[in-house]
């Protein structure tokens, strides 16, 4: 009887340990609450990783499996410093123990805006941590213990030091000492802190031959193009010291190929050009095998009834960068909605030539607006830009460009409506694709205005003396669904 009850108290344990989360909401919102899971908080300098959820009131369908779900779980990196945030999991749930579908994400760090889900996250996580009467207490006991070993260390050092005699000077040697006694007495005095540099120095025993020694013979300097490296006749074990100190043999050689991309950026060109971004840094490996990239030759798609997509952008103050990239904007309260799902406009920004090509045909520029929703899914609405009339949103933006690359502009007065930017027409273009620049995350829904909006010559000419190529090459469609409003 005794043996069944130990064996049931053992059976228990793997569920005691795999224990379900501990869920505190840090917000309720009309239609979703936000909860955040604190023993999943794990911290690393000012990246914090945690576990959060949002729990809806209604139902919403996931278009990828087609089944219900109310509970979104998110694993995401936070950045305290920077202050953007980084996906790496998203779990949907029909209720709190039945999953409809899991997704692994290769992360894209985005810049998390004010009133967001992320933010209200990031500031219950970046807060520093209390510790508790119990941690202080052990913390104080384990420096206390620490602080005796040292002194205890400390004191046999000096008592072992006082029982073994001083070294004999040379001077006393003669006092019934003999000059090898003394030597040996040397030997067992406590040796210097200094480097011991006498061998080197010391002159051979054997005496040289009569005639002169040859003049050293000069090694020639190596050229300034090659890599100088400092190899050793036994590369695997360190080197020792000997009594003839000959110094290091230089010799060139040639860079290793593994780390020929090692600090490079990427870009659009050159060695940090689009083929070599999934060398650059492993996070970018979907740049070079993912099957669901982007940008597209946007052609062959069915013409249905698409959903309109309903936009929420309100006239507001700007902030503008040059990033080294592109022109890049960012604005107050604005989001679109679609298939019942709210996406908060993160940033916008500007590229030449249009990336994606409609029918085979490129636009001098296109302009980007990405947007993001509180389960992570993002969402970029793309308005191909044709040369014409001069754009007054875009020269407002070009008015209040930054002198320098980095440096971020808020002006205060001028108010920009980003409804004035898009077409007349709602129609649209759409498929599943990925972002056009490093780390090239897939999974995200593209939405590309059919009807192109006017820009002057004048305006493309501004853009082109900053980036005249900022544009991804066209990737492969690879069999994918795209839909066209009609």
Not at 376 to 400: D, F, H, K, S, Y
Not at 449 to 472: D, G, H, T, W
């Amino acid at each position: 009887m005794r043996l069944l009850t130990i064996a049931a108290l053992l059976a228990t344990l793997p569920l005691a340990a795999a224990a379900a989360p501990t869920w505190q909401t840090i917000s309720s919102e009309p239609g979703k609450r936000i909860e955040l899971d604190r023993t999943s908080i794990k911290r690393d300098g000012n990246t914090v990783q945690a576990q959060g959820r949002i729990v809806l009131e209604k139902e919403l369908i996931d278009t990828r499996s087609g089944g219900g779900y109310r509970v979104i779980e998110a694993i995401t990196r936070y950045d305290c410093g920077s202050r953007s945030a980084n996906t790496i999991k998203r779990i949907f749930k029909k209720n709190e123990t039945e999953v409809v579908r899991e997704e692994d994400l290769k992360g894209s760090e985005l810049p998390v805006r004010s009133g967001t889900l992320d933010d209200k996250v990031l500031r219950e996580v970046c807060r520093p941590p209390k510790e508790s009467q119990a941690e202080i207490a052990q913390k104080a006991n384990e420096a206390a213990s620490q602080l005796k070993q040292a002194n205890e260390a400390l004191l046999k050092a000096e008592m072992a030091k006082a029982e073994k005699p001083g070294p004999v000077k040379t001077a006393d040697a003669g006092h019934g000492a003999t000059p090898a006694a003394a030597k040996e007495e040397e030997k067992s005095a406590i040796p210097s802190i200094r480097p011991n540099i006498k061998p080197a120095l010391e002159i051979p025993k054997t005496p040289p031959p009569p005639p002169p020694a040859p003049p050293p013979q000069k090694v020639a300097a190596p050229a300034k193009s090659a890599t100088v490296v400092v190899r050793h006749s036994t590369p695997a074990a360190k080197p020792k010291q000997t009594a003839k100190s000959e110094g290091y043999m230089l010799e060139l050689a040639h860079t290793d190929p593994a780390k020929q991309h090692a600090g490079i950026h990427w870009d659009y060109e050159g060695v940090g050009g689009p083929e070599n971004w999934s060398k650059i840094d492993p996070k970018n490996t979907s740049c070079a095998i993912g099957q669901r990239q982007s940008p597209i030759d946007i052609k062959e798609g069915i013409k249905v009834d698409v959903e309109p997509i309903k936009f929420n952008y309100r006239p507001s103050t700007f902030r503008i960068v040059d990033t080294g990239k592109t022109v890049q904007v960012a604005i107050g309260e604005s989001s679109i909605s679609l298939t019942g799902k709210n996406y908060e406009l993160v940033e916008f920004h500007f590229h030449r030539p249009s990336e994606e090509k409609v029918n085979g045909q490129r636009f001098e520029m296109v302009v980007h607006l990405t947007h993001k929703s509180d389960d992570g899914q993002l969402a970029v609405v793309a308005v191909l830009l044709e040369r014409g009339n001069e754009n007054p949103l875009i020269q407002t933006l070009w008015n209040n460009m930054p002198l320098e690359k980095n440096l971020e502009v808020s002006p205060p007065t001028p108010i920009i409506d980003l409804m004035t930017l898009l077409p007349a027409s709602p129609n649209y273009y759409t498929y599943m694709g990925s972002l056009t620049t490093p780390p090239c995350t897939e999974g995200v829904l593209w939405l590309i205005m059919k009807q192109p909006v006017q820009v002057s010559q004048e305006q493309i000419n501004i853009f082109s003396r900053l980036y005249k190529n900022n544009a991804r090459p066209i990737q492969p469609t690879a069999g994918r669904l795209i839909k066209e409003g009609r």
